[in-house]
């Protein structure tokens, strides 16, 4: 089991500071020596956007398509997708097709091991992965993410 330390920014409101504190709290562990691994969890794609990404719709490889290709089962090549910003901090990119894939995992039976599964596939490489959620308490946040990590990680 690697050191890595996965947190989750979540708030059921919007516009309260969710990516300001990823992007800063990335940025400062960085300056640390750390590595670190963000991870755009939120379809309107403002973390992908504010660390440089001008078209976010634009991406053929987003945390969209990755959460789709564990849900059919299909083997992740570790680190695809991944882009490294200009900040030294690396990035899982999203953008409005994480919309679909939400609607997609309320029919799957596992769909809280999801994101953990592509999280445990990347987490040895990386001392933080920081999780931006969209604003929500619903299914997506508390199913998708939360009860995921909740019985296997420290969350903070
Ligand atoms: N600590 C802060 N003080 C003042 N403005 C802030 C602070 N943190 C974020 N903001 C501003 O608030 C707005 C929403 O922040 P954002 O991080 O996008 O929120 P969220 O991700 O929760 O929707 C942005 O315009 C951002 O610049
Ligand atoms: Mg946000």
New binding site residues.
Partial sequence: MSDCKVIAIT?QK????????TVNLGAGLVRQGKKVLLVDADPQG?LTVSLGIKKPDELNSTLANIMQSIVEDKELLSGFGILRTEDGMYLMPSNIELSGIKIRLVNEMSRERVLKTYVDTVRDKYDYILIDCM?SLGIFITDFILNGFITHYNIY
Avoid: E, L
Avoid at 14 to 21: E, L
């Fill in positions: 708030n919007g516009g309260v500071g969710k990516t300001t504190t403002s604003p």
